[in-house]
């Protein structure tokens, strides 16, 4: 793990990079296997879900007899912290609903929006080295409130064909409609194309590694909406020497786990604090269960140490992290001038898995400086706004003048003509 001490601003953007791959490379390998779904649908996600999970497959979705086993084989335990979570999530989403209001721009003239939900929507849920169950709360969940008719959710089997328990408990919970045993990039195309089972969606939501991000980019195209661009995850961590060094290094090592090329960074103006995180963080190091990824997680990893408040600031926001953790004595203050992050968690006591998995907010944050463009995912990612608008004889009066000398401006008669011909009646 690298120490930054006082870096020219200069060097600040590639102090920001992330150790993300280019997936443009990835781009022929991509547009193979979503041809052949696109062409062959069933037969082609089958022969890939051997070739790339290796499993055999009869059928690719989930049967109730495997979602009644599932509920037989999550603990009661974890039965109850998948319902807790999913309140809370449940809670914070459904207070982000809509409320329209009509608006008379002028008089005789009154627009509105209202929202409505997207029909038809495909959740992605990796497979890969953890079982991502708190995902599908954090995209199902709000696709629920918002009334999606059809949430289908695509995740890759183990080689027995079996998709874990934890995930097919957290799909029921959640009220996904069905449920498909199929990764990485067929699963995309799956949803993007339709086949013989699988659904054809609306918009893609999900985490993946770099061939679903790439095919995820490809079907946005022309095919279908994705949530956001994607990349591997990040968090920052800004301290003082108020902050607790065994917090930051749980905070940094906590990110880090979730893949080798996951980033997590410390930045700070108190250099007093760097050498107690360092032990901290290779304390709790040797613990972890998951230490090898850890491990290469942390190798483009740094601490950066600057000059002052205003500079940690202001880095921060030219960073834009997918988490932010504020662990400071005026944490508030700082939290008040972020302006490019996907959640922040502000205060010594609020860990970012708090955010992964139960206070409530949304886990599903751009990444890779996205924050400066992106929200997270949220229940209006649901949701689409149409407008509405209505007209009197009185407003067309009033606003007619105006929208002729529009149309003439741009050299559109037509348009004018619209206006011209009813006013003529009135």
């Given at each position: 793990?690298?120490?930054?001490?006082?870096?020219?601003?200069?060097?600040?953007?590639?102090?920001?990079?992330?150790?993300?791959?280019?997936?443009?490379?990835?781009?022929?390998?991509?547009?193979?296997?979503?041809?052949?779904?696109?062409?062959?649908?069933?037969?082609?996600?089958?022969?890939?879900?051997?070739?790339?999970?290796?499993?055999?497959?009869?059928?690719?979705?989930?049967?109730?007899?495997?979602?009644?086993?599932?509920?037989?084989?999550?603990?009661?335990?974890?039965?109850?912290?998948?319902?807790?979570?999913?309140?809370?999530?449940?809670?914070?989403?459904?207070?982000?609903?809509?409320?329209?209001?009509?608006?008379?721009?002028?008089?005789?003239?009154?627009?509105?929006?209202?929202?409505?939900?997207?029909?038809?929507?495909?959740?992605?849920?990796?497979?890969?080295?953890?079982?991502?169950?708190?995902?599908?709360?954090?995209?199902?969940?709000?696709?629920?409130?918002?009334?999606?008719?059809?949430?289908?959710?695509?995740?890759?089997?183990?080689?027995?064909?079996?998709?874990?328990?934890?995930?097919?408990?957290?799909?029921?919970?959640?009220?996904?409609?069905?449920?498909?045993?199929?990764?990485?990039?067929?699963?995309?195309?799956?949803?993007?194309?339709?086949?013989?089972?699988?659904?054809?969606?609306?918009?893609?939501?999900?985490?993946?590694?770099?061939?679903?991000?790439?095919?995820?980019?490809?079907?946005?195209?022309?095919?279908?909406?994705?949530?956001?661009?994607?990349?591997?995850?990040?968090?920052?961590?800004?301290?003082?020497?108020?902050?607790?060094?065994?917090?930051?290094?749980?905070?940094?090592?906590?990110?880090?786990?979730?893949?080798?090329?996951?980033?997590?960074?410390?930045?700070?103006?108190c250099e007093g604090i760097v050498a107690p995180v360092i032990k901290a963080i290779q304390e709790?190091?040797?613990?972890?269960?998951?230490?090898?990824?850890?491990?290469?997680?942390?190798?483009?990893?740094?601490i950066i140490v600057l000059k002052d408040e205003l500079e940690v600031i202001d880095f921060t926001?030219?960073?834009?992290?997918?988490?932010?953790?504020?662990?400071?004595?005026?944490?508030?203050?700082?939290?008040?001038?972020?302006?490019?992050?996907?959640?922040?968690?502000?205060?010594?006591?609020?860990?970012?898995?708090?955010?992964?998995?139960?206070?409530?907010?949304?886990?599903?944050?751009?990444?890779?400086?996205?924050?400066?463009?992106?929200?997270?995912?949220?229940?209006?990612?649901?949701?689409?706004?149409?407008?509405?608008?209505?007209?009197?004889?009185?407003?067309?009066?009033?606003?007619?003048?105006?929208i002729q000398i529009m149309a003439a401006g741009e050299q559109l008669d037509a348009h004018r003509?619209?206006?011209?011909?009813?006013?003529?009646?009135?």
């Amino acid at each position: 793990m690298e120490v930054i001490k006082y870096p020219s601003r200069e060097d600040w953007a590639s102090l920001a990079k992330r150790p993300a791959l280019d997936v443009t490379t990835l781009f022929d390998t991509v547009r193979t296997v979503l041809d052949e779904v696109r062409l062959e649908g069933d037969t082609a996600v089958k022969r890939y879900e051997e070739k790339f999970d290796k499993v055999r497959l009869a059928d690719l979705q989930v049967s109730e007899a495997e979602i009644q086993e599932a509920r037989e084989l999550v603990s009661e335990d974890l039965k109850q912290a998948i319902r807790t979570a999913k309140d809370n999530i449940e809670k914070f989403h459904a207070s982000q609903r809509f409320t329209g209001q009509k608006v008379e721009t002028t008089s005789g003239v009154t627009c509105w929006q209202k929202a409505v939900a997207i029909e038809k929507v495909g959740l992605y849920i990796p497979g890969g080295t953890a079982p991502l169950f708190s995902t599908v709360l954090m995209l199902a969940v709000p696709a629920h409130i918002a009334g999606c008719k059809e949430i289908v959710l695509c995740t890759p089997p183990n080689k027995e064909g079996k998709v874990h328990p934890a995930i097919l408990f957290a799909a029921e919970t959640a009220g996904v409609s069905k449920i498909f045993k199929a990764g990485g990039i067929q699963a995309i195309a799956a949803m993007a194309y339709g086949t013989e089972s699988v659904p054809k969606v609306y918009k893609i939501f999900g985490p993946g590694n770099q061939y679903v991000t790439a095919a995820k980019q490809l079907v946005s195209l022309k095919d279908v909406a994705i949530d956001m661009p994607a990349g591997p995850s990040e968090v920052e961590v800004i301290a003082d020497e108020t902050a607790n060094p065994d917090f930051i290094a749980a905070d940094f090592l906590s990110q880090a786990e979730h893949g080798a090329d996951s980033q997590a960074i410390l930045v700070t103006s108190c250099e007093g604090i760097v050498a107690p995180v360092i032990k901290a963080i290779q304390e709790q190091l040797s613990k972890l269960s998951r230490k090898e990824i850890t491990e290469k997680a942390l190798e483009h990893s740094r601490i950066i140490v600057l000059k002052d408040e205003l500079e940690v600031i202001d880095f921060t926001n030219a960073y834009a992290p997918e988490h932010l953790i504020i662990q400071t004595a005026n944490y508030s203050h700082i939290a008040g001038q972020i302006e490019n992050a996907g959640s922040v968690f502000m205060g010594p006591y609020t860990p970012e898995s708090a955010g992964d998995y139960a206070s409530g907010t949304n886990h599903t944050l751009p990444t890779n400086g996205y924050a400066k463009a992106y929200s997270g995912v949220n229940l209006d990612s649901f949701i689409k706004k149409i407008t509405f608008q209505e007209i009197t004889a009185e407003g067309l009066k009033n606003l007619g003048g105006t929208i002729q000398i529009m149309a003439a401006g741009e050299q559109l008669d037509a348009h004018r003509n619209a206006v011209t011909i009813r006013l003529n009646t009135i």
